[in-house]
């Protein structure tokens, strides 16, 4: 299985970067879309569904936290998973990201295998990349 994914961050090299670890780590990925700032990651939104966002925190214009705030405030956007990526660790600094509904936080630097791990855990798949089956009773279902 593979994920559309949207990656946000000021720094063109970054954003090439952030593509490049992971597809490295073996996470899959259908569409990959690219943004410059929050702003322009909401304009990609209109075009693009996405199953996973990857977002520094201090960008011009719209930084992540402002990202955050956007997407908890549209009922189409609020539930794509986002996960940031920023040099900032502080316990206080990661909660205010949880509080605005981020789902993952990766500190830089970071290597191929904590990016899949994390956006494994936070899309909901398992360690190869595929949702759990459903255990319920197949013979229910006539098609």
Do not use: H
């Not at 977002?55 to 998973?81: C, R, V, Y």
């Not at 900032?88 to 509080?99: G, L």
């Not at 759990?132 to 013979?139: A, I, L």
């Amino acid at each position: 299985m593979s994920f559309n994914v949207l990656i946000v961050d000021d720094s063109n090299s970054m954003r090439a970067v952030i593509k490049k670890i992971i597809s490295i780590s073996g996470f899959k990925i259908d569409q990959c879309v690219e943004a410059g700032n929050g702003k322009e990651a909401l304009e990609a939104l209109t075009d693009n569904w996405v199953d996973v966002i990857v977002s520094d925190i201090n960008m011009p214009e719209m930084n992540g936290f402002e990202l955050l705030k956007s997407l908890k405030e549209d009922d189409l956007l609020k539930n794509i998973p986002v996960i940031l990526i920023t040099t900032e660790s502080s316990e206080e600094r990661m909660q205010d990201a949880f509080n605005l509904g981020a789902k993952g936080f990766i500190k830089k630097p970071f290597t191929p295998e904590e990016v899949k791990k994390i956006l494994y855990e936070v899309i909901g798949v398992n360690n190869e990349g595929e949702y759990e089956e459903d255990r319920g009773d197949n013979e229910a279902f006539d098609f």
